[in-house]
């Protein structure tokens, strides 16, 4: 209960402090943390941190802070209308919660600073910019994970007050799109299920090249591209980071980045070769048993109903024109319930044949489709059309018979 208190007052003299003007000893800062053991935080956070002595201000501004407790939480999260905010923390207790202190937070995330290089009138229009986002009335805003999140925000604050005298490189991370990087960060981080979970959901529009400035949603490209840029300081060119600092080393001792006991690719390529195993031996046996095909094909068309969700019923930006429904085809669920030994529907044989024909070409098609299908999902493709093609075979048996 007293760490809530101590986080209320500080907050409170925080939000008051921050309205002032500042002194010529204030800086302002980028903070870059490195990414937590929770799936929100896979990626890392950026922060602003004006700290200035003589006013006794010493606070951190971060974008992209939400509520558990939000009405439909979990609905709007889904849908992407959960309204996110800017909040305004005392930079004792934001770093606490990274794992200075023993005790404060079982995480253990490194926090490193960039003092910006900015003039007086730069550094408290930054501080003035800020103050304004937090008012009540302009706290909220529409989160978008690529293009509108915790690091593109301090970009676009940095542009919008410093405007033709900052200068960003632009060929710094050009060349990758928002998947690729995506991909990168998180094996990077031991985050192999998290990464094949965005590579399911997200859809063509995470293949677009992001450009050096669109390269700016990662917290490390941001901290990058501050290293690299340049701001002008009495008509002359300068370094936009004056200095740099490890906030917390402390902790690196203690990051230890665990590896995933089985990965997306174990898993997935496993299950083929047991597949191929009950297959060969229903062939040679001549026996037929439909349940685990049922229970694929289930699971499979659950999958493809979540990409329709997320195609059509969500406001991400970016789970559109999903081509992994030609593989979790959303029809495969109800059409399970319809595979039965003694069926004689020749609907449902046509349709599974035409569903294994179609994986074929979707894996030979790989590598030239304009989406990028995350490779772990070969074993996956490759199951499906090995038992449509069983199913298919064994409906057309029983149907020659009748």
């Not at 606070?59 to 802070?65: D, E, K």
């Not at 405007?163 to 632009?170: A, E, K, Q, T, V």
Request: hydrophobic fraction near 45%; include cysteine; charge should be positive.
């Amino acid at each position: 209960m007293k760490k809530y208190t101590l986080f209320i007052f500080f907050a409170f003299i925080s939000v008051f402090s921050s309205a002032q003007t500042l002194s010529p000893d204030a800086t302002i800062s980028l903070l870059t943390i490195a990414p937590g053991d929770e799936l929100y935080s896979t990626f890392g956070h950026s922060g602003i941190r004006i700290k200035d002595p003589m006013q006794g201000i010493d606070v951190v501004y971060n974008y992209g802070a939400f509520d558990f407790g939000a009405k439909g939480f979990y609905i709007k999260f889904l849908r992407g209308t959960l309204p996110y905010k800017i909040s305004l923390v005392d930079f004792e207790i934001e770093l606490n919660g990274y794992g200075r202190y023993p005790g404060w937070s079982q995480e253990k995330r490194l926090v490193e600073e960039q003092v910006l290089n900015l003039s007086e009138k730069q550094k408290q229009g930054v501080s003035d910019f800020l103050a304004t986002n937090y008012l009540p009335e302009n706290r909220e805003y529409a989160y978008k994970f690529f293009y509108d999140n915790c690091s593109s925000r301090l970009r676009d604050v940095l542009k919008k007050v410093c405007g033709d005298s900052l200068s960003f490189s632009n060929k710094l991370h050009a060349d990758s799109s928002y998947r690729q990087w995506i991909d990168v960060y998180a094996r990077k981080n031991n985050k192999l299920w998290a990464d094949f979970g965005m590579d399911l959901a997200i859809g063509q529009p995470s293949d677009c090249v992001t450009g050096a400035n669109g390269a700016m949603f990662l917290p490390d490209n941001l901290k990058d591209a501050f290293d690299k840029a340049k701001i002008k300081k009495n008509g002359v060119w300068q370094p936009l980071v004056a200095q740099k600092t490890v906030i917390n080393p402390e902790v690196l001792n203690d990051v230890v980045k665990e590896k995933e006991a089985i990965t997306p690719n174990m898993l997935f390529w496993g299950l083929l070769i047991v597949t191929g195993g009950l297959t060969f031996f229903q062939l040679k046996k001549d026996y037929t048993n439909f349940l685990f095909d049922k229970i694929l094909f289930t699971i499979t068309g659950i999958v493809g109903w979540l990409i329709v969700f997320l195609w059509f019923f969500t406001n991400h930006g970016v789970t559109e024109y999903n081509l992994n429904i030609i593989w979790a085809y959303p029809l495969l669920f109800p059409m399970a319930l319809f595979i039965k030994k003694d069926t004689t529907r020749t609907w449902l044989a046509k349709h599974l044949l035409a569903y294994g024909i179609i994986q074929i070409l979707f894996l030979l098609s790989w590598a030239f489709l304009p989406q990028e299908i995350n490779y772990s999902l070969i074993p996956v493709v490759l199951i499906l059309a090995m038992r449509a093609f069983f199913v298919w075979w064994r409906l057309r048996n029983k149907l020659s018979t009748f």
